[in-house]
């Protein structure tokens, strides 16, 4: 329920409203994602991959997956009866990029998922949004047979700042996902707290 009443009678609370964009590379489960812990029926823009995009699409790694997303995932979830996120999905691969920059527009901040057995996938969203100050969360996606490796080497690896935060994840799993969204959101208004600090002194 978006609009929720106390206990004690206070009156209905107006929850603020929070964007978050969920990116990384092609196949890392960003469509899984928001899936898991929308609690409204997902908008998918998917489409069956073809032997067009073959060429194109490098699907080393995830041979099973038969469709993409061509522009974004949508979804919704209530953490707290005063506060909303609205989930975008980013479209993973290459030719659809120009869409990041109107996705991108009035977020609070971003989970970039990562798949260890493709993790250059992620650089390229770690470096979008590290050039834009956007504040991210790494998430690893812990997929079955995938190599698990401990978190700092994996910083290390996506040679990450030592104030982002990095954390594994099953992105199929409501709870999961939803201890990755908080951490996304304390980790952002921390950061724009700490702003509003340094321009007052």
């Known amino acids: 329920m978006v609009f929720g009443r106390s206990s004690d009678n206070r009156r209905p609370v107006e929850p603020v409203a929070l964007k978050i964009l969920v990116a990384g590379g092609f196949g890392v489960g960003k469509t ?10 997902p908008l998918r823009t998917e489409e069956a991959l073809s032997e067009v995009g073959r060429p194109v699409d490098d699907t080393a790694g995830v041979e ?25 999905g980013t479209p993973g691969q290459d030719r659809f990029w120009f869409l990041w920059d109107e996705l991108a527009q009035g977020a609070l901040g971003a989970v970039v998922l990562a798949d260890t ?13 590290e050039r834009r100050g956007i504040s991210f969360t790494v998430a690893v996606n812990c997929f079955e047979g ?24 099953d992105a199929r799993e409501r709870e999961s996902v939803k201890d990755v969204l908080v951490a996304v959101v304390e980790h952002a208004l921390e950061r724009v707290s700490g702003e509003r600090r340094h321009a007052t002194t």
């Open 117 to 129: 057995r493709r993790l250059a996938d992620s650089f390229a969203a770690v470096d979008y949004f």
């Open 32 to 41: 899984t994602l928001v899936g898991a812990v929308s609690e409204i029926r």
């Open 146 to 169: 995938a190599g698990l490796f401990p978190a700092e080497t994996v910083r290390t690896a996506l040679d990450l700042d030592p104030g982002v935060p990095l954390m594994m994840c």
């Open 64 to 88: 099973h997956k038969t469709t993409t997303t061509v522009a974004m995932d949508f979804g919704r979830i209530t953490l707290r009866e005063d506060l909303v996120l609205y989930l975008f």
